[in-house]
Nanobody, 120 residues
Framework: QVHLVESGGGLVQAGESLRLSCAAS????????MGWYRQVSENQRELLAA???????RYANSVRGRFTISRDNVKNEVYLQMNNLKPEDSAAYYC??????????????WGQGTQVTVSS
């Protein structure tokens, strides 16, 4: 069973950057699209960015131009470079198979996520 472990969150000021990482253990992502989500309510996570195994990416309007998703298929890791962070980006961030943005990827059990807090 694949376990996802997110890291890289923290407390930053508006305008600063963070790089999130997601590592898979116990298995591989496979060739399906992977994505980064953030918690927008108690029971809802929003897909922000997705990346296919070949590197093609898609983004939600709210982060396009500021966030960059990438993946390393050898290391089984997915990354999210977040630039020009805004207070409204504050949330818990998770990686998983991409469901949304036109993709219907394979989902895994959710990891613990990593908290991002952006102060104004």
């Amino acid at each position: 069973q694949v376990h996802l472990v997110e890291s890289g969150g923290g407390l930053v000021q508006a305008g600063e950057s963070l790089r999130l990482s997601c590592a898979a253990s116990g298995g591989t992502f496979g060739s399906g699209p992977m994505g980064w989500y953030r918690q927008v309510s108690e029971n809802q996570r929003e897909l922000l960015a997705a990346v296919r195994s070949g590197g093609v990416t898609r983004y939600a309007n709210s982060v396009r131009g500021r966030f960059t998703i990438s993946r390393d298929n050898v290391k089984n890791e997915v990354y999210l470079q977040m630039n020009n962070l805004k207070p409204e980006d504050s949330a818990a961030y998770y990686c998983n198979g991409a469901r949304g943005l036109g993709y219907n990827g394979n989902m895994f059990s959710w990891g613990q996520g990593t908290q991002v807090t952006v102060s104004s």
